[in-house]
């Protein structure tokens, strides 16, 4: 049809748009700089305004860390412990946001979760008020550190710590206990293995005390755990008028002595072991 360009007038009309671009830029070219120059200052500008409000919301970040970690907060009742604050970026936005730990499930299935509480959204910039103040407009109460629910949540939490030690603990001490008796079998009727046979019966007898001190122990630790759960569910109004006394449970100290009593069996564990290697 007559009306289409072909390929020499396209390549003809691209020729003479450069052409007409060039001899605007020579005629105006004080513009185009001084255009030029002003765009390259505009965007060192917005640089550096980023890179001011980066340092402001780090150090706020890290103020409201330092603050706020670890400490207890009640949301819709619930209690939490503070784990990190935290600023992530989310699509062209910036969310400040808090990790805490809690408590679920009832019973003998109580469990810690973790959760991630937004507290402030901005495409730019740093928040306008505390994480204290932004934590109340949410209707998230701030529990006092010497507060006894502040204390019975910090003290599930190192309960179930320590059932998760146990658990483990007891899964290496099985492992270790059929070993010895593995070792035991073939010991018998053996003279290669016959004058190891007291230290191996002493060493089952080892691990069998060492297997019913973790089950106690699980035991107590979970019955408290219980405990401190149903203390923690219970209607805020009912609470000031029950009595919880912890001063006699502390688990920083009765972990502390069940690590050393079971490094104690893997020292002996270790030995033996290294008896094996030696025979066979």
């Known amino acids: 049809m007559p009306w289409l360009i072909n390929e020499d007038d396209r390549q003809s009309l691209i020729a003479l748009g450069c052409l007409a671009l060039l001899i605007v830029a020579i005629r105006f070219w004080q513009f185009a700089i001084i255009a030029g120059g002003l765009g390259l200052l505009l965007w060192i500008l917005k640089m550096q305004v980023r890179r001011a409000n980066h340092r402001l919301l780090k150090r706020y970040v890290e103020q409201a860390q330092t603050r706020h970690s670890l400490s207890v907060v009640s949301v819709e009742g619930i209690f939490h412990q503070v784990q990190k604050i935290q600023v992530i970026q989310e699509a062209n936005q910036l969310k400040l946001e808090m990790i805490t730990r809690c408590l679920k499930g009832e019973g ?21 008020q505390s994480v204290s103040l932004l934590l109340t407009r949410q209707s998230i ?25 146990c658990y483990d603990a007891w899964m290496k001490l099985e492992t270790m206990q059929q070993a010895a008796i593995s070792t035991l079998d073939k010991a018998k009727d053996n003279p ?40 923690l569910s219970i209607p805020e109004s009912l609470r000031p008028i029950l009595s919880v006394d912890l001063r006699d449970w502390n688990p920083e100290i009765r972990l502390k002595e069940l690590e050393q009593s079971f490094n104690d069996v893997i020292l002996l564990n270790d030995s033996f072991v290294e008896l094996n290697r030696n025979i066979f």
């Open 141 to 165: 109460q701030i529990i006092s550190p010497i507060a006894v629910e502040a204390t019975a949540l910090k003290t599930a939490l190192d309960c179930l710590n320590e059932l998760r030690w």
């Open 192 to 231: 290669l293995l016959e004058h190891a046979i007291p230290s191996l019966q002493k060493a089952l007898l080892t691990f069998k005390s060492e297997e019913k001190k973790i089950r106690k122990n699980q035991e107590e630790t979970g019955k408290m755990l219980k405990q401190l759960a149903d203390f």
């Open 108 to 128: 003998n299935h109580i469990r810690s979760e973790e959760e991630h509480i937004a507290l402030w959204k901005g495409h730019s910039g740093i928040p306008q």
